[in-house]
């Protein structure tokens, strides 16, 4: 069976950089699960899997445009130190999550200065190429109530950490989580986030 629109998709893949450091990998895992058409993997991997059947196995690269975006120097912000507690001081270099509607979205730290933290929304990968190798393992129907329920869920991408959390924030949660996923509320300390949602690919 062929990968088409609303089939289930299950696959082994690799990323790498453009300099050949692997990303993120399915090796040693389960494959990844998703369903063509759905916005679950970044749009220029999505268009690439069309066709293929069990078995293939394929080389892409996805420019930043149909992968995680290019950077953008406005999704730089600044929020007060006091609502990233954690244990330790907060240093660059280090990542929370703030929990919004559409999902988890990284808030990785640039710099503090005094009571004041930078932080940059772009994705890690934003800007860069992303190569992908990739063997389908799996292809079958998705039934319609399989398909109603997926809807409710984020579906997550390539290259995202490992360790991530995957899943969808409901409307009213609004925290922040430190490297170890301890949940913070309120990431801009004035009831609410702060931190929109960069429109990558799909959630996440």
Do not use: W
């Not at 069976?1 to 990323?15: G, Q």
């Not at 130190?81 to 660059?92: D, M, R, W």
């Not at 005094?114 to 039934?143: C, I, M, P, W, Y």
């Amino acid at each position: 069976m062929k990968i088409a629109h609303n089939t289930m998709v299950s696959m082994h893949y690799t990323l790498t950089s453009d300099e050949g450091t692997v990303i993120d990998s399915s090796e040693g895992r389960a494959p990844l699960d998703y369903v063509q058409g759905q916005g679950m993997i970044v749009p220029g991997l999505e268009k690439a899997m069309i066709g293929h059947d069990v078995g293939d196995k394929f080389k892409v690269q996805v420019s930043p445009a149909e992968g995680y975006g290019e950077r953008d120097d406005a999704m730089m912000r600044e929020f007060p130190l006091n609502v990233f507690q954690t244990e330790g001081k907060v240093e660059a270099g280090m990542t929370f999550y703030a929990e919004t509607p559409n999902g988890p979205v990284g808030l990785n730290v640039v710099k503090v200065d005094g009571d004041k933290v930078t932080v940059d929304l772009n994705h890690q990968l934003a800007g860069k190429n992303l190569n992908f190798e990739v063997e389908v393992v799996e292809v079958r129907t998705v039934s319609e109530e399989e398909l109603e329920q997926m809807q409710h869920h984020c579906g997550c991408g390539c290259g995202d950490d490992k360790d991530d959390e995957c899943g969808c924030g409901g409307e009213d949660e609004c925290s922040c989580h430190d490297e170890n996923h301890e949940k913070k509320e309120n990431c801009d300390g004035n009831g609410g986030c702060g931190c929109k949602h960069h429109d990558e690919h799909h959630h996440h």
